[in-house]
C-alpha cells in the first residue's frame, strides 16, 4: 500500500515563526502536493513538485515555499508565519505523468497559529 | 480556468438507502479525467471513483457509481445501499494534464451524514 506520512499531526505556532512541515512518501512517486483546506473552500493547491528539485506554484503560493531534494519528501515552509496560515496541509503523491493518477494523501497537519 | 462546483454542502442518507451527490465542472478541454475522493472524519482522504472523459460508459465501483453526462459537464455519485462508514466529506475533482504538469481542481465538498 502507498503510504505517505507527515510529520505532525497538530502544530501550534506564534505569529512570525518559520514553520516546517514534512512529508514522506514510500512509493517512489514522481509528483508531490501540498494542499491547504478550509471549510467551504475545499482543497486548494498551493505547491507541487514533479521531479526532485523541481517546483511549481500553484493557486495559492504567497506565504509558502517548498523545498524537494530528495525524491521521497516534499517540504513546506512558511517564512514567517500569520494567522491567516492556520488550517489543515495535506500532502500527496502521485506516479504522475499524465492528470489520470490517482494522488495518494496524507492524514494531514492541523496548523493554528496564534 | 478549470472549477468544480458541488452544490450540496451537506446532504443525509437513512442506512440501507441510496444517495445522489452532485458535481458540475467547467472546462474548455476535451481529455480530462474526472474523480470523486472520500474524507472520512480525522482520517486520510482516499480516491473513491475514477472516469476517463473520453470513455461514454459509466464508472462503477462495488456501491459506487458515477452518472457522467460530458455535453452537460455534470459528474454526480450515487452510493446505494449506503452504509455508517460512507458518512464523510466528499470531494469531486477534475484532473488535467497539461504543459508537463498534473493538476486537480477540487471541489468545496459535500458533507454527508449515514443516519441508522
Known amino acids: 500500500d502507498v503510504k505517505v506520512t507527515q510529520s505532525s499531526r497538530y502544530l501550534v505556532k506564534r505569529t512570525g515563526e518559520k514553520v516546517f512541515l514534512e512529508c514522506v512518501q514510500d512509493?517512489?512517486?514522481?509528483?508531490m502536493f501540498w494542499y491547504r483546506q478550509d471549510p467551504g473552500l475545499g482543497l486548494r493547491l498551493i505547491y507541487f513538485s514533479y521531479d526532485v528539485k523541481m517546483k511549481e506554484k500553484g493557486d495559492i503560493p504567497e506565504g509558502y515555499s517548498v523545498s524537494r531534494e530528495k525524491k521521497e519528501r516534499f517540504s513546506l515552509i512558511l517564512e514567517s508565519a500569520s494567522t491567516n496560515q492556520t488550517s489543515m496541509y495535506l500532502c500527496?503523491?502521485?506516479?504522475?505523468?499524465?492528470?489520470?493518477?490517482?494522488?495518494?494523501f496524507g492524514p494531514g497537519t492541523r496548523l493554528t497559529v496564534l | 480556468a478549470q472549477t468544480v462546483t458541488q452544490s450540496q454542502p451537506e446532504m443525509s442518507v437513512q442506512e440501507a438507502e441510496t444517495v445522489t451527490l452532485s458535481c458540475t465542472y467547467d472546462t474548455s478541454e476535451s481529455d480530462y479525467y474526472l474523480f470523486w475522493y472520500k474524507q472520512p472524519p480525522s482520517r486520510q482522504m482516499i480516491l473513491v471513483i475514477r472516469?476517463?472523459?473520453?470513455?461514454?460508459q459509466n464508472a462503477t465501483e462495488n456501491r459506487f457509481s458515477v452518472n457522467f453526462q460530458k455535453a452537460a459537464k455534470s459528474f454526480s455519485l450515487k452510493i446505494s445501499d449506503s452504509q455508517l462508514g460512507d458518512a464523510a466529506m466528499y470531494f469531486c475533482?477534475?484532473?488535467?494534464?497539461?504543459?508537463?504538469?498534473?493538476?486537480?481542481?477540487f471541489g468545496k465538498g459535500t458533507k454527508l451524514t449515514v443516519n441508522p
Open positions: 500527496a503523491s502521485s506516479t504522475g505523468g499524465t492528470g489520470s493518477d490517482t494522488q495518494y
Open positions: 475533482a477534475y484532473g488535467l494534464y497539461q504543459g508537463g504538469s498534473e493538476k486537480l481542481v
Open positions: 472516469q476517463e472523459a473520453y470513455k461514454q
Open positions: 512509493m517512489d512517486h514522481e509528483n
